[in-house]
């Protein structure tokens, strides 16, 4: 952060009573908060995927990302380069 934005923060915090400084504080720890439990989408999709019988990914298409379109809208396959 630069300290031009600190200064100006500290500044219009400064110009706060108490109970307002508390709010501040605790709408930064908040999002603190919602910042360090960030998930990556693999976190997100681990349990849908876990859920995905063995025998279902083994019929799944090598290809799949390739070919997405012809499994889902039936377009023309495309050649691996």
């Given at each position: 952060?630069s300290?031009?934005?600190?200064?100006?923060i500290?500044?219009?915090?400064r110009?706060?009573?108490?109970?307002?400084?508390?709010?501040?504080l605790?709408?930064?720890?908040?999002l603190?908060e919602?910042?360090s439990?960030r998930k990556t989408?693999?976190?997100?999709?681990?349990?849908?995927?876990?859920?995905?019988?063995?025998?279902?990914l083994?019929?799944?298409?090598?290809?799949?990302?390739?070919?997405?379109?012809?499994?889902?809208?039936?377009?023309?396959k495309?050649?691996?380069?």
């Open positions: 952060m300290t031009n934005l600190e200064n100006a500290q500044e219009n915090v110009a706060l009573t108490d109970a307002e400084q508390q709010q501040v605790e709408f930064v720890e908040e603190r919602k910042q439990h989408i693999w976190e997100k999709l681990h349990p849908y995927l876990e859920s995905i019988p063995r025998e279902d083994a019929e799944m298409p090598s290809d799949a990302s390739l070919n997405l379109d012809l499994y889902l809208y039936g377009m023309p495309k050649v691996n380069a």
